[in-house]
């Protein structure tokens, strides 16, 4: 089993920075591809970011490329989501995910274990 706990989500105003953190438990970290998703209230839940296992590929989607920065530290069992520039359409509940294997990274169902997901409200 694998325990996943995000925190670092809160408001911030339109053109400000927040980083979110995902502490992992239960298994070894080093073997988990790790991701970020988020959900808007009526929306589905869409891929955000995505890392393999030694944080030599990160995968993101193209509405956050080039302002949000995923990256982990496998010496502390964390993976982080530094976002900035951000937008009011940025605001949702951001969860962070788990996956054993490589391959596809961008859809919920391929990943195994999920937070319990943190808010993020992005003011204008």
């Known amino acids: 089993q694998v325990q996943l706990v995000e925190s670092g989500g809160g408001l911030v105003q339109a053109g400000g920075s927040l980083r979110l953190s995902c502490a992992a438990s239960?298994?070894?970290?080093?073997?988990?591809?790790m991701g970020w998703f988020r959900q808007a209230p009526g929306k589905e839940r869409d891929f955000v970011a995505a890392?393999?296992?030694?944080?030599?590929?990160?995968y993101y989607a193209d509405s956050v490329k080039g302002r949000f920065t995923i990256s982990r530290d496998n010496a502390k069992n964390t993976v982080y989501l530094q976002m900035n520039s951000l937008k009011p359409e940025d605001t949702a509940v951001y969860y962070c995910?788990?996956?054993?294997?490589?391959?596809?990274?961008?859809?919920?169902?391929?990943?195994?274990?999920w937070g319990q997901g943190t808010q993020v409200t992005v003011s204008s």
């Open positions: 239960g298994r070894t970290f080093s073997s988990l591809v």
């Open positions: 890392i393999s296992w030694s944080g030599g590929s990160t």
């Open positions: 995910a788990a996956k054993y294997y490589s391959g596809s990274y961008s859809v919920p169902p391929v990943y195994n274990y």
